[in-house]
């Protein structure tokens, strides 16, 4: 992987932040984009824009031909079928769409984690209160790992779907989705699997994870904004009714009623983000020349160095993590030490990163993190453990 | 760093605990990032004698909270609920993305004093 021509990608990276060159340590929250996937969403505009699906004219059709592209290749990325992608806005629609869909009644069960982010809490949460399911959250252990005997005690004959993450926002844990997934069957209910922090970053197999749906959105893996995905099986999508409905979405209307269209496009209603399936499409390619293999090892790398060099810290999490580090410089608040980097150039996030009952749990109001990917160096990494010194020393 | 005057109200802050039979006690939180500030005051004939702040956050909320006691001893709670938020920030010194970490301790004094705020 070679990280200078990566970085010569991205037109951002030349940006200067008080005087100082950008260091983006903020990628959990979204990434930056390649000029591949800017010049994409340009081309579009300039050369294809047309609406898809219902023209007969040459444009449309072009149009609708790197939009269903886009669904194969992020059908490809994931080792699945094109018809069991569905693009939505992003990781939050794509859980609401689950949540809306399927068919949960009284007493029904859904067990999730503390370790959730809000979009994979706050709708079942909602349920809770609609259709009087009943919410189970597994706990985290002592290292922020998952709790798996308490899942294992959590699932039972009631549970409809177990809903976890597969790369904790916070805490860089990677949870052990395959046998997850394997313990929701063997109870017969459904397995959703929040992509969102593990698709941008680590190999993802549908048919080896075996998840019945999977979450991700674009906009944290290279692509644009307002691009989620939300892959579910044939079967239980065959099963679900449609979320929104209008548009696109049917196959034959009258008066008084509609028939719904195939899969996918049963639960894409209206205009979709065409321009942004074009841009996903060539993020989709950016990554897949690299190869998500080499990412992961790189990123992980690049955790390891930082936390081996952030001295005087609670660094929170286990040590077998993604690339994210959550972190407190004893006493100082997070914002100070996030207001102080800023200053120097370097973007982390602080805060609870929407992962409030995590929060709680630890006993803390937030922590620092800083989030890696192809483009960051182990040189920038240096740099901020030299201003963290420098925030120790005088705050 | 961050401006002297804030540096020694975070370092050594003044009028930090709580009033065993306040007045008036009020709390606020930031909605940015969760912090809490409570305030407890105590009055004279509607002019404030006595007031401490408590709570958690970043230096900026709770040196704010410190310089705004110092402020507000002797004034009357209308003259207090009447304070211009943005002559508060601007005499903490306006730093760049941090207003709602000023605004903690004045919102939770108003609050206590009876102010309704809707946040």
Redesign the interface.
Known sequence: MDVETIRKDFPILNKKINGYPLIYFDNTATTQKPRQVIQAISDFYEKYNANIHRGVHRLSQEASEIYEQAHEKTAKFINSDWREVIFTKNTTESINLVAHSLDFNKGDEIVISIMEHHSNMVPWQELVKEKGIVLKIVDVKEDGSLDMEDLKSKIGKKTKLVSITHVSNVLGAVNPVKEICKLAHENQAYCLIDGAQSAPHIKVDMKRIGCDFFAFSAHKMLGPTGMGVLYGTKQALSEMGPFLTGGDMIKKVTSKEASWNDLPWKFEAGTPNIAGAAGFSAALDYLTSIGMEKIDKYERDLAKYAIERIKDAHIYGPDDRAGIISFNLKK?????VA??L?KKGIAVR???HCA?PL?TKMGI??TVRASFYVYNTKKEIDFMIENLDE?RR?? | MYPEEIMDHYKNPRNQGNIQYPDYEGEHGNPVCGDLIKMSVKTRNGVIEEIKFDGEGCAISMASASILTEMVKGKTTRQVLEMDEKEFIDKIGNIQTRTQCVLVSLNALKKALGDDINC
Not at chain 1, 332 to 336: E, G, K, L, Q, V
């Open positions: 100082i608040h997070a914002h100070d207001y102080f800023d602080s805060g609870n409030q929060m109001l937030g925030i005088n705050l």
